[in-house]
């Protein structure tokens, strides 16, 4: 059987549409403004207690929207990069861009200088919004990109008073960061002191609304340009699959941990949630577990969306255990491989099956999804609507149903392509099929399993990491003579960097090297293991055999 008559087999079956649906706006604007106009007083973000609602969101992107085209002279085209946790200034100053047909630049506030000038240089960005806390940063890299405008601001800069004073004297009292740094920059309140008056700009579905950067085997992170087109049709594929039409999930809550900076987290939280007119709890740092429950243990939510390490963490937590779940009916998990036995403890402690997804940077990001009461653990579920799939063997020979090889993929929601990278948009996008770079099988009932990876991408805590770059990055090292990365399995992170070395300097040790790599990467980068070699596997053409180092790996646990 042919996989794609299996899957449309499968569509049907599960009462999905095999077509692309009709779009819900023409663009992320119009959607945006949608919400605005029928559900003005309803709650769209949460965040450090405060709640503001779709027109209180919209009043101050307004203001935001008037200060960047009248003070700053942006216009459309221009990059804006956001460099933010996940606060509510981050969805202000996105929808201030919608408005004005700015470029969104995600960027990951954890980057080093490094890769910020990297990330900077290659978008052409203009201007950047970045938290206090990452300004240093920052301005080590500033004077090597072309950025000629800086926004800083606080995590209390939409707190309204008297919260905001009190929050101001304990963070004062904690010894964080109470003020804004020194330096040539524009206080984020300012943003909000003017008129909210501009000129709006009417967006086409071809227009780039994201730069959306992801990781290469060169080692140079690559702009994915994210369409109107490609965000709205993903949009409309998704909500046909999580409830066949928006009104499933209309005004629910969302528990949102993971990073607006990432697509996943960026497309549910700016984009299926004002669709459906659901209200999303951003939470800054998930990492710091007691906080992040504290944060919701009042909040009665309806869908929470996470990722396997994650789940992992939050579980081991008890007093994650005493929340209340009886409104939760949708888990969505994404970005990483998620473990059986993960799944089965999330439903034991929650009484929610988990939904998990694939997809990529490239395809806005959704692909396939395990649709609610049909979740199969293990499965990246089945192709969304609208989106064509086949599997191909090295040859490039079509495989049928329950052949192996790599997953290729056709729909509205592919990528326009690399930004100033034809060459490389033509190697993975080839006769209009997204080649994934995955390899797949795919079962009669229409469902997908990944099998492994065709790349040598290492995925940390759902974080695309390519050992290319890391050993780039530590090759600067003065006595690192060659290096290999790999990933190894972990059971929190799904996998962990390890970083095989080949030194001059018989006295450098792991704790050396981990340290240079905290300098030149971000963190979940840096290597958790490292181990030490005379010489590295290698092709009689001198490239490293990364998949000997692997199979050394995998044979040590068998």
């Given at each position: 059987m042919?996989?794609?008559?299996?899957?449309?087999?499968?569509?049907k079956?599960l009462?999905l549409?095999?077509?692309?649906?009709?779009?819900p706006?023409?663009?992320?604007?119009?959607?945006?403004?949608?919400?605005?106009?029928d559900?003005?007083?309803?709650?769209?973000?949460?965040?450090?207690?405060?709640?503001?609602?779709?027109?209180e969101v919209?009043?101050l992107s307004?203001?935001?929207?008037?200060y960047?085209?009248?003070?700053?002279?942006?216009?459309?085209?221009?990059?804006?990069?956001v460099?933010?946790?996940?606060?509510?200034?981050?969805?202000?100053?996105?929808?201030?861009?919608?408005?004005?047909?700015l470029?969104?630049?995600?960027?990951?506030?954890?980057?080093?200088?490094?890769?910020?000038?990297?990330?900077?240089?290659?978008?052409?960005?203009?201007?950047?919004?970045?938290?206090?806390?990452?300004?240093?940063?920052?301005?080590?890299?500033?004077?090597?990109?072309?950025?000629?405008?800086?926004?800083?601001?606080?995590?209390?800069?939409l707190?309204?008073?008297?919260?905001?004073?009190?929050?101001?004297?304990?963070?004062?009292?904690?010894?964080k960061?109470?003020?804004?740094?020194?330096?040539?920059?524009?206080a984020?309140?300012?943003?909000l002191?003017?008129?909210?008056?501009?000129?709006?700009?009417?967006a086409?579905?071809?227009?780039?609304?994201?730069?959306?950067?992801?990781g290469?085997?060169?080692g140079?992170?690559?702009?994915?340009?994210?369409?109107?087109k490609?965000?709205?049709?993903?949009?409309?594929?998704?909500?046909?699959?999580?409830a066949?039409?928006?009104?499933?999930?209309?005004?629910?809550?969302m528990?949102?941990?993971?990073?607006?900076?990432?697509?996943?987290?960026?497309?549910?939280?700016?984009?299926?949630?004002?669709?459906?007119?659901?209200?999303?709890?951003?939470?800054?740092?998930?990492?710091?577990?007691?906080?992040?429950?504290?944060?919701?243990?009042?909040?009665k939510?309806?869908?929470?969306?996470?990722?396997?390490?994650?789940?992992?963490?939050?579980?081991?937590?008890?007093?994650?255990?005493r929340?209340?779940?009886?409104?939760l009916?949708?888990?969505l998990?994404?970005?990483?491989?998620?473990?059986?036995s993960?799944?089965?403890?999330?439903?034991?402690?929650?009484?929610?099956?988990?939904?998990?997804?694939?997809?990529?940077?490239?395809?806005?990001?959704?692909?396939?999804?395990?649709?609610?009461?049909?979740?199969?653990?293990?499965?990246?579920?089945?192709?969304?609507?609208?989106?064509?799939?086949k599997?191909?063997?090295?040859?490039?020979?079509?495989?049928?149903?329950?052949?192996?090889?790599?997953?290729?993929?056709?729909?509205d929601?592919?990528?326009?392509?690399?930004?100033?990278?034809?060459?490389?948009?033509?190697?993975?996008?080839?006769?209009?099929?997204?080649?994934?770079?995955?390899?797949?099988?795919?079962?009669?009932?229409?469902?997908?399993?990944?099998?492994?990876?065709?790349?040598?991408?290492i995925?940390?805590?759902?974080?695309?990491?390519?050992?290319?770059e890391?050993?780039?990055?530590?090759?600067?090292?003065?006595?690192v003579?060659?290096?290999?990365?790999?990933?190894?399995p972990?059971?929190?992170?799904?996998?962990?960097?390890?970083?095989?070395?080949?030194s001059?300097?018989?006295?450098?040790?792991?704790?050396?090297?981990?340290?240079?790599c905290?300098?030149?990467?971000?963190g979940?980068?840096v290597?958790?293991?490292?181990?030490?070699?005379?010489?590295?596997?290698?092709?009689?053409?001198?490239?490293?055999?990364?998949?000997?180092?692997?199979?050394?790996?995998?044979?040590?646990l068998?």
């Amino acid at each position: 059987m042919r996989v794609q008559d299996a899957v449309k087999q499968a569509q049907k079956k599960l009462g999905l549409s095999s077509k692309q649906p009709a779009l819900p706006a023409r663009s992320l604007l119009e959607l945006w403004n949608q919400s605005v106009t029928d559900s003005n007083q309803s709650p769209a973000f949460t965040c450090l207690g405060q709640t503001l609602s779709y027109g209180e969101v919209d009043q101050l992107s307004r203001r935001v929207a008037s200060y960047f085209q009248k003070q700053l002279k942006l216009v459309p085209g221009d990059r804006i990069a956001v460099q933010l946790p996940n606060l509510i200034q981050y969805p202000v100053v996105v929808i201030a861009a919608w408005k004005l047909g700015l470029v969104v630049v995600n960027t990951n506030p954890m980057y080093t200088v490094r890769e910020l000038v990297h990330q900077f240089n290659d978008a052409s960005v203009k201007a950047v919004v970045v938290l206090d806390a990452f300004y240093d940063t920052l301005c080590e890299a500033l004077p090597d990109t072309s950025i000629e405008h800086v926004v800083v601001t606080r995590p209390i800069d939409l707190i309204t008073q008297p919260r905001r004073g009190l929050l101001r004297t304990a963070m004062t009292l904690m010894g964080k960061r109470p003020s804004l740094p020194k330096g040539n920059w524009i206080a984020f309140p300012e943003l909000l002191t003017g008129s909210s008056n501009y000129s709006v700009h009417r967006a086409q579905p071809d227009d780039v609304t994201a730069l959306q950067y992801t990781g290469g085997t060169t080692g140079a992170s690559k702009g994915v340009m994210l369409t109107q087109k490609s965000m709205m049709s993903n949009i409309a594929q998704a909500l046909n699959v999580i409830a066949n039409d928006e009104e499933g999930i209309k005004h629910s809550t969302m528990v949102a941990p993971l990073p607006l900076y990432h697509i996943y987290a960026f497309s549910l939280c700016l984009g299926l949630l004002p669709a459906s007119r659901g209200h999303s709890v951003l939470i800054p740092d998930p990492r710091n577990i007691p906080q992040f429950v504290s944060a919701i243990k009042n909040v009665k939510f309806d869908i929470f969306c996470g990722l396997n390490s994650l789940f992992v963490a939050l579980m081991q937590n008890k007093d994650f255990h005493r929340l209340d779940f009886s409104r939760l009916r949708l888990t969505l998990s994404g970005g990483m491989a998620l473990m059986e036995s993960v799944a089965n403890d999330w439903q034991a402690v929650t009484g929610c099956l988990v939904s998990e997804g694939y997809g990529m940077t490239e395809s806005s990001p959704v692909i396939s999804m395990n649709p609610p009461g049909h979740e199969r653990i293990g499965y990246a579920g089945v192709p969304i609507a609208g989106t064509e799939i086949k599997v191909i063997n090295e040859s490039g020979v079509e495989q049928d149903v329950g052949g192996i090889g790599e997953l290729c993929v056709r729909g509205d929601q592919v990528m326009a392509g690399y930004y100033g990278r034809e060459e490389q948009t033509a190697e993975v996008i080839v006769d209009g099929w997204l080649h994934t770079g995955d390899i797949v099988m795919v079962e009669e009932d229409g469902y997908i399993k990944i099998v492994d990876r065709l790349k040598d991408m290492i995925i940390v805590s759902g974080f695309n990491v390519y050992p290319n770059e890391l050993e780039q990055a530590l090759t600067l090292h003065p006595d690192v003579a060659q290096c290999a990365a790999i990933g190894v399995p972990d059971a929190k992170a799904g996998e962990v960097v390890k970083m095989f070395v080949v030194s001059t300097d018989p006295y450098l040790n792991s704790d050396h090297v981990i340290e240079f790599c905290k300098e030149h990467m971000a963190g979940y980068k840096v290597p958790k293991f490292v181990e030490f070699r005379n010489d590295l596997p290698m092709t009689n053409v001198g490239k490293v055999l990364r998949k000997d180092l692997k199979a050394e790996e995998k044979a040590k646990l068998a």
